[in-house]
Structures are given as C-alpha cells and as structure tokens.
C-alpha cells in the first residue's frame, strides 16, 4: 500500500476516486478533507473509520486532535503507535490550520507525511477553518501533493439532491413530490446536514403519507439568502408590501441589519453577473462555477437578473454601498435605513 500511496498524486483528487478506495479496502495513508458539505464529510469519515478500526479495539488504535489539544509530537506519537490487537490505526485531526505552523513543525510534518506507516491513516478534516495549500511553504505543499489526497466536498446539485430527499422521506413512509424537494432545497441552505434535520422535523409533524406544501411551510424556517431572493422577486414584480413584511420577518429572526444588508448585496452582486453572462449569451454554468452555487440557485439567479436592467443593477449596487456607510457613520436606525433602501430600489425596478 505504502507503494502505492507514494505515486505522483493531483492536488485534488475526487469524491469518485475516494468511494472507489473505501469499496475496494484500498484506504490511503494521508487525506485531507474540506468543502461545505458536511453531511459527506462525516459520512465517508465514517466510512474510513469503520475500515480502519473496531469497535472492541478501537479505543487503542483511533485518535482525535483538535486545535486544543493538537501537538506535532501527539501527531507523531499517534501515527507511529503500533496497533493493539489490530491491523490499523487511524488518527483525525480537526480544523488545525497547518499553514500557521511555525517552520520546524511544518518541516516536522511535511517529513512525516512522506514516510506514514503501512498500518497508518490519517484524516486532516476542515469545516470552521478554510483550506487551501499555501505556495509559499514549497516543502510542505510538495509532501501534501505527493502522497495524500485532498478530497472536496461540496454542495451537491439539485439533480442529485432530489432523488436523495426523496429517499430520506420514503425511508420514513413518506411521499413527496420532486418539485417539493427543489421547494426545500430552495428555502434552505442546500447542503445534505440542513437537508437532513428538516427531513425529520416534516416527518414529525405531517400525520400523511404524502408530505404538502403546507407540511413543509409549518416547521421550516428559511435560510436568509431565500428570503432575500423572495425579497428580491417581490421588487422587481412591484410588490413593495409584500418585501417589506418579509425584512420584517428576516429581522424578527434575530439577523443583524448589517448582516441582512451583506446578504442583499451578495445577492444583487449574482444578479448583476448572471445579467452580463446572460447579455454575452454564455450559461448559467458559468455562474456556477464564479459563485460556488448549484445548479437549481445558479438557473434561478439568472431567471431573476432578467427581471432587472443593467442600469438598475448598477444603481442598486450604488444604493447599497450608501446604505452601508450610513449603517456604520450615521445614527440613523438600521432597520429604517433597510427599509429605505428597499423602497428605492422597488422605484429604480419600476423605471426600468
């Protein structure tokens, strides 16, 4: 295996690549694993996890660091640990940003991730912490690019998350339809964790077998970006009410002005690079790949930026940097400067 796990490697291998070695017991020694899909994270996490340990011996040979109780010498003692009444060990370390090492310990590292024992994996995991290989330290990202595999996940697209949903709630004796799994994705942050824990919140409360709308609408919150492209639709159709009452609702979930003014302007910011895609003929893959969306948030972005002219974008853009210097220089109230700017700009969507 060692052999193996020392050829030439890409410096991003794919979640394909890692399903094959986990059905095939063919585990490498070194993986780093990062993206926004958390749901998968754990899931092949756990995958390696039962491969490399059990559950009688696995309190010998299975170790955790965090950025607590994380040391290069603990690294190093757990990767070199013999296994007990075992063939393997395995040793996770959780959002431990290596980069910030000081250089003999990267230096230590590097080293040590060119010569991991047989009997050995080991799992850099980050969630809270961004990953990225850092240039700057050659030795390092050449041991990393060398003999690991740095495996992405991220948010999956509509067209797998449909039928994933669909199979969540069959597994709980439940129908439901497949424009109402794009309706959950599209209220939620999309990922399979948020998914996941309002799949079982609707199960609870529906008493049918088929899951409606009104099902869904009565136990799930939604995500302040679709609120905001709610918001967003609510303007460029002339329905200021309807826009005000939901800010309303946004700022009685607690979210910060401030933070509720950031996300208009992410989502403004998508509208006004699906509307130049859009106007230079190119797909909405494209915006996908600019935004790290998925497919389903990717086609309806664009869909909405057709609703707005490029001047009014632009003169959007301008009403919310001004609205953001007032929140942060004025003593003017947040939630009236919010107000304000959605008032203007449902005026500069009706002159077009």
Known sequence: MRELAKKEQPA????????????????????????????????????????????ITESFNYRKLTSENF??????????????????????????????????????????????????????TYETVEWKLDGRYKKLCDAIRKYGNIVEFPKQESRDLIPWIGRHFSARGKKIAPNLCAYLIEITDGTMTTLAGEIGKVCAFSGAEEITKSDIDAVVEPALDAIIYEISEQLSAGETGKALVKLEQVLKMQEEPISVLGTIGTHFRKLSAARVLQDCGRPYAELMSLYRIGDWAARKTMQSAAKFSPRVLQAVAEMIVETDRKMKTSTDDPKRLLEVLLLEISREARNG
């Open 12 to 55: 991003e291998n794919s979640l394909q690549e890692l399903k094959k070695a986990i059905k095939e017991k063919n585990i490498g020694n070194f993986y780093v694993f990062h993206g926004d899909e958390t749901f998968l994270k754990t899931h092949y996490l756990e995958q390696i996890r039962k491969q490399r340990t059990d559950e």
């Open 71 to 124: 040391s290069m010498q603990a690294l190093i003692d757990g990767v070199e640990a013999v296994p007990m009444m075992a063939e393997y060990t395995l040793t996770v370390v959780d959002d431990v940003d290596i980069w910030k090492f000081p250089e003999d310990d990267r230096t230590r590292l590097a080293e040590l991730i060119s010569d991991i024992p047989d009997y050995c994996t080991v799992v850099f």
